[in-house]
């Protein structure tokens, strides 16, 4: 069965510092793997996707994910954290499901930014 | 519209009611999905419709809960005899085709509260 874990519910920067969001995944086979954003009363955004090209996945605003099979892990990275990117962050794997890939999200990690 | 529309954007019920929520994707999207998403929890899957096939209600948590596609476009979620443990907030999604490789566009959500 494939499964994501975020290993954070809450993670707090201040402005202008890294941002690392960890997400481990299982996947009896070679996952599909994304990270959505939703910030207060909105809906949610795709931020970046992995889908067997290349490792590390750039995405909107600056952020970016790499796929790491050995550590079966897919950590969302910032170099520098901005107050517009406080949000909820999701890590997200594709799975099969009687004909369709259905999309299994992680309970996801609040993202807090602080001046 | 130019996004997945959802209405209302807040329900407040009393328990024993019937109560339905609605979703307009994106014109032109075959792929519409249910998720729901409780206070402190990822999104859970209810349901999902492709074009004109069969949907997958494998989601669906009790036979209180029903969703409808008319015309291959809005989507009606009902819940029947509504329970404290259904308060939450309802997303619809649509995409392209089934999600995979593909992005999901997420409305704003419905917020269902039952007293």
């Known amino acids: 069965a494939q499964s994501v874990t975020q290993l954070d519910s809450h993670v707090s920067v201040s402005e202008g510092t890294p941002v690392l969001l960890r997400c481990n995944y299982s996947s009896s086979y070679s996952p599909s793997l994304f990270w959505y954003v939703q910030h207060p009363n909105k809906g949610l955004q795709l931020l970046l996707k992995y889908t067997s090209a290349a490792t590390l996945v750039k995405g909107i605003n600056g952020f970016e994910a790499e796929f790491k099979k050995s550590e079966t892990s897919f950590h969302l990275t910032k170099p520098s954290a901005h107050m517009s990117d406080a949000a909820e962050y999701f890590c997200?794997?594709?799975?099969?499901?009687?004909?369709?890939?259905?999309?299994?999200f992680g309970t996801g990690t609040r993202l807090l930014v602080s001046p | 519209g130019a996004g997945v529309s959802q209405s209302p954007s807040n329900k407040v019920t009393e328990k024993g009611k019937d109560v339905e929520l609605r979703c307009d994707p994106i014109s032109g999207h075959t792929a519409l999905y249910w998720y729901r998403q409780s206070l402190g929890q990822g999104l859970e899957f209810l349901i999902y419709f492709q074009g004109n096939s069969a949907p997958d209600k494998s989601g669906l948590p009790s036979d209180r809960f029903s969703a409808e596609r008319t015309g291959g476009s809005v989507s009606t979620l009902t819940i029947q005899r509504t329970q404290q443990e259904d308060s939450a907030v309802y997303l619809c999604a649509s995409s392209l085709q089934g999600a995979g490789a593909g992005e999901l566009f997420f409305g704003e959500g419905s917020r269902l509260t039952v007293l």
């Open positions: 997200v794997v594709s799975r099969m499901n009687t004909g369709f890939q259905k999309l299994v």
